[in-house]
């Protein structure tokens, strides 16, 4: 399990710091996100927070259910997750090859499972503004163009690769210093029902079919590309788990 | 006339459903809620999402066919239909060579085809198996017949993929609250609720997940067919199924094949539009009639965005119903104008054996596959 050594990452470049804590900073600012919500009118504030550097690993999670059996695919209460969860280990607690290696990111987990893993190595989920801050500004920094952006998402959605995923955070941390943010397997949130409620289930008109529109600041594939992020992420329940749905953890400032 | 069902109304409602037809009032309400007004049935109990552990055939129920085919209602008055189609996701090919991985309901694009009677109950069950590779082309026991239509032709060349995304099923010929019955559900949730066929005709269903344009062209779709109580007043010798629909495809830069474009389907610009979900499916399976014969065609226009001017080369519709109600019917139609989601029926004459061609008349859209073809025999 990570260690945190959130003092030395503030002292050192984000790159650097980022190779030796696998957390990396991230400084706040002025920021709203890329969709718009019902009451959204300035800019909102992102505060400085701090990032897992890659996806938790199943490797890592094991170790986590280790310690905290509790946690274990045929231990853990029905209501914190679904069927599924785990269910690509070959044991409650042994991987296997392929999705179920070590260096694959971990799937198949329950937004509360994944809070759970977080408070436990003394952090949490980010927030769904910090992880789409950090989306955007690894974005900018590898000045990656809306189409091609837009073009790799939708990719990804049409063939995400769920049989076969490979190992986290190949090759040098590329932006921000942070691996994998899209292209491998999506991340929960802290809040990731925030923006349409629960779903289709607020009200009529609040992500219904073909209401998408108020949403979108934009009509361009980007931020349709953004939405389908927003909108898929908000009808999961959070006992649901996928082959595609992971997590990463992030951290306070001391 | 609003009925409800309670003690004190039963007579009348026995009397009200004596005079329709014979049907006694109460039976047709199932559930406490539920009350009739004009002889159709309103107030459907809430749907209900759960998990369950299901990895049976993801299409059941004995009239769900693959198009262009119908089944036969070999049934009187009305019944109730337990119908299962799940959402799975499938490699097809609705070109030749041309590939994509799409979102269905059962593994075909358009979906399978549901033939109930007006007045019938259909309790729906549908899992979101997304997440799981699920196989249509091999023998499926306890399945319905669209598994063995779809292996006698299959034009798509269906591959289990996968493609966890939540879903939902809008059907047009239910009428209920779209917030309840039609809720998107998660991968690994199940759904289930009742809607009862008020009205005949040809339906659309689809998943109603935002952004819907995306979900429908990618294969979330296909047709309800709802047959008048008292039938057509005409005597068909042929019936078939007809989905009209686009597809924006593009290739794919990162992993080979082929993808949804959301520039070109904004933009109303389809890679192909279809009838019965290939470019091809009724060329290389044309549809068959004889000289003299009435042949009755059930089309939807499924879009998601276009409309059809359908035709046939060389016929005059006889008889149309629009939407597919008795009431709505027009004669001697050369072209009907479906937007998109409209459905109708449609009679012609074959005048002689030979070759007619099906078209929508906005070329642009035949051009891009929207053409089929009856081979018609000789007088029998």
New interface residues.
């Given amino acids: 399990m990570r260690t945190l050594l959130i003092i030395l990452t503030l002292a050192l470049p984000p790159a650097v710091a980022a190779e030796d804590t696998g957390i990396v900073f991230i400084g706040g600012g002025d920021w709203g996100l890329p969709i718009v919500q019902e009451d959204t009118g300035a800019p909102g504030r992102v505060d400085d927070f701090l990032l897992d550097v890659r996806q938790v690993t199943n490797g890592e999670f094991l170790d986590f259910v280790r310690a905290k059996p509790e946690w274990r695919r045929d231990r853990a209460p029905g209501i914190f997750r679904?069927?599924?969860y785990l269910s690509h280990w070959p044991k409650a607690d042994a991987l296997g090859e392929g999705n179920a290696a070590p260096d694959r990111p971990v799937t198949r987990v329950s937004w509360y499972a994944a809070r759970a893993y977080c408070r436990e190595i003394g952090g949490r989920l980010p927030t769904m503004t910090e992880w789409e801050y950090a989306s955007e500004k690894q974005r900018e920094t590898l000045g990656v163009a809306p189409e091609d952006y837009?073009?790799?998402l939708?990719?990804?959605?049409?063939?995400?690769?769920?049989?076969a995923l490979r190992p986290v955070s190949q090759g040098p941390a590329p932006g921000l210093g942070i691996h994998d943010l899209h292209g491998l397997v999506l991340e929960w949130v802290e809040d990731f029902q925030l923006v349409l409620g629960r779903?289709?289930?607020i009200?009529?008109l609040t992500?219904?079919?073909?209401?998408?529109a108020r949403f979108l600041p934009e009509?361009d594939?980007a931020h349709?590309?953004t939405?389908?992020r927003f909108?898929?992420r908000s009808?999961?329940?959070p006992d649901?788990?996928?082959?595609?749905?992971g997590f990463r953890c992030a951290y306070d400032p001391e | 006339m609003k009925l409800f069902k309670s003690p004190t109304i039963v007579t009348a409602a026995l009397v009200l459903s004596l005079a329709a037809g014979g049907l006694n009032a109460d039976d047709r309400l199932v559930h406490d809620g539920e009350f009739i007004v004009d002889g159709k049935i309103f107030g459907l109990p809430e749907a209900r999402v759960y998990?369950e552990?299901y990895s049976g055939p993801p299409v059941v129920g004995d009239t769900l066919t693959a198009v262009p085919n119908l089944a036969e209602l070999d049934y009187d008055g009305n019944r109730t239909h337990e119908v299962r189609m799940d959402v799975i996701a499938q490699q097809i090919e609705v070109a030749p060579g041309k590939f994509?991985?799409a979102w269905t309901f059962g593994g075909s694009v358009p979906g399978p085809t549901l033939h109930v009677r007006e007045g019938d109950r259909i309790v729906f069950t549908m899992k979101n198996r997304s997440?799981e590779?699920v196989v249509i082309t091999e023998p499926v026991a306890g399945g319905s017949p669209f598994f063995a239509q779809v292996q006698a032709n299959p034009i798509q060349n269906n591959q289990p993929?996968?493609?966890?995304?939540?879903h939902?099923m809008?059907f047009h010929s239910g009428t209920v609250a779209?917030?309840d019955k039609?809720?998107?559900?998660?991968?690994?949730?199940t759904i289930q609720f009742d809607w009862v066929a008020n009205y005949p005709g040809v339906y659309m269903y689809h998943c109603?997940?935002?952004?819907?344009?995306?979900h429908t062209a990618q294969g979330q779709y296909g047709a309800v067919v709802v047959s008048p109580k008292g039938g057509y007043p005409t005597e068909a010798d042929r019936e078939y199924v007809l989905v009209q629909s686009e597809f924006y495809l593009t290739e794919?830069?990162?992993?080979g094949?082929y993808?949804?474009?959301?520039?070109a389907a904004?933009a109303r610009d389809p890679s192909q539009v279809t009838f019965n979900g290939h470019v091809n499916a009724l060329h290389d399976a044309p549809l068959r009639a004889n000289a003299g014969e009435r042949v009755r065609l059930y089309v939807l226009n499924a879009g998601p965005s276009g409309t059809s001017s359908f035709h046939v080369i060389g016929a005059i519709f006889d008889r149309v119903w629009y939407e597919g109600n008795v009431e709505n019917e027009w004669r001697g139609m050369q072209t009907v104008l479906l937007g998109a989601s409209n459905g109708a029926v449609m009679d012609f004459i074959v005048p002689e054996q030979g070759s007619y061609k099906i078209v929508d008349h906005e070329f642009a859209d035949a051009e891009r596959g929207a053409a089929g073809t009856l081979v018609a025999g000789p007088r029998q």
């Fill in positions: 679904d069927a599924r837009a073009h790799e939708f990719s990804w959605y049409a063939n995400p690769g769920a049989g779903g289709d289930d009200d009529l992500g219904s079919c073909g209401d998408t009509f594939e349709y590309a939405f389908l909108q898929s009808n999961y329940q649901t788990t996928t082959s595609t749905l | 998990t552990d994509y991985n997440d590779p993929a996968v493609s966890p995304m939540p939902s809008d779209a917030n039609w809720q998107t559900i998660p991968p690994g949730a109603g997940t935002p952004s819907v344009l995306m794919d830069d990162y992993s094949g993808r949804y474009d959301h520039a904004m």
